[in-house]
């Protein structure tokens, strides 16, 4: 009886390591949550106040980027820019949206003859940002995210 006591007595001591939970570190679980999601795309696109109505994500990308174009349009319209030469041109622009909402232009690209034709271009296109509508950032996981796009333009002056 001793020895089964013994017995029972150490087998007890010996098997707390099988009763012990198993921690998880939150740094591991954090970074599997970071890899099972894509962080380039958005849940929700930046928008105006004039895309209020828009529901889904397509819609709303398409009503900033119309309102975009729209913007400049009007805008280079007022301007009646003139030109020695025909300019028939696709100008990309690169945006940049901070979590903010604040819109800046990160790069113009635009063929040398452009630029020739119409000597402030970058500058024409970054003071037609001033009268846009209020701009709400993009969203990802319920966070305003700082977003990067391209919106090509075309512009056609004779």
Not at 20 to 37: C, Q, V
Not at 143 to 155: G, K, R, T, Y
Request: include cysteine; charged fraction near 20%; glycine fraction near 2%.
């Amino acid at each position: 009886m001793k020895y089964l006591f013994i017995l029972i007595f150490l087998s007890s001591f010996f098997s707390c390591n099988y009763y012990e939970k198993k921690k998880l570190n939150s740094e591991t679980i954090l970074m599997e949550e970071l890899k099972t999601f894509n962080w380039n795309e958005l849940d929700s696109y930046p928008s105006f106040d004039t895309c209020e109505d828009s529901i889904d994500f397509q819609e709303t990308k398409i009503c900033f980027e119309q309102t975009l174009i729209s913007h400049f349009s009007e805008f280079f319209i007022e301007k009646n820019l003139v030109v020695t030469q025909n300019v028939t041109d696709t100008i990309r622009i690169d945006f940049l949206v901070n979590n903010k909402g604040s819109l800046s232009i990160s790069n113009i690209q635009s063929k040398p003859l452009t630029r020739q034709q119409i000597p402030g271009l970058d500058s024409l296109i970054t003071h037609s940002l001033q009268g846009l509508p209020k701009l709400y950032p993009a969203i990802k996981r319920s966070q305003q995210v700082q977003s990067a796009f391209q919106l090509p333009l075309i512009l056609v002056v004779k």
